[in-house]
C-alpha cells in the first residue's frame, strides 16, 4: 500500500490518501465534506474534475462516460490514487 497526496482545489491543506482507499473516504477522514450517495459508482452524485494525477477503480467500468473519462472527471467514492492527485468539484 502506497500514500499519496491529495488535494481538493480550494482546500488549504492536503489530504494524505492510500492506495486501497477511496478519495472520498480520504476526505471523510480528513474532514472535508464532498457530496455522496451511492457509494459504488453508479449515481454519480460524487463527481469531480481530476485536474492532477492518475486514479484507478477496483470496478470495471465506473459509471462515466468514455468522454468524461477523457476530460478528466472521475468518480470519488470508488476511484483510488496512483499518484497524488488534485480534484475539483464537478
Known amino acids: 500500500m502506497k500514500t499519496f497526496r491529495m488535494r481538493v482545489d480550494g482546500q488549504a491543506t492536503d489530504v494524505e ?3 486501497e482507499t477511496s478519495l472520498f473516504a480520504a476526505m471523510t477522514r480528513a ?3 464532498w457530496p455522496v450517495s ?3 459508482g453508479t ?3 460524487c463527481m469531480a474534475r481530476l485536474l492532477q494525477g492518475q486514479v484507478r477503480y477496483d ?3 465506473p459509471g462515466l462516460s468514455p468522454e468524461e473519462k477523457t476530460e478528466g472527471y ?3 467514492c470508488v ?3 496512483t499518484a497524488d492527485v488534485v480534484i ?3
Open 38 to 40: 451511492c457509494r459504488n
Open 43 to 45: 449515481c454519480r452524485t
Open 59 to 61: 470496478i470495471p467500468w
Open 17 to 19: 490518501a492510500d492506495s
Open 79 to 81: 476511484a483510488r490514487p
Open 74 to 76: 472521475c468518480l470519488p
Open 31 to 33: 474532514g472535508i465534506a
Open 88 to 90: 475539483a468539484r464537478a
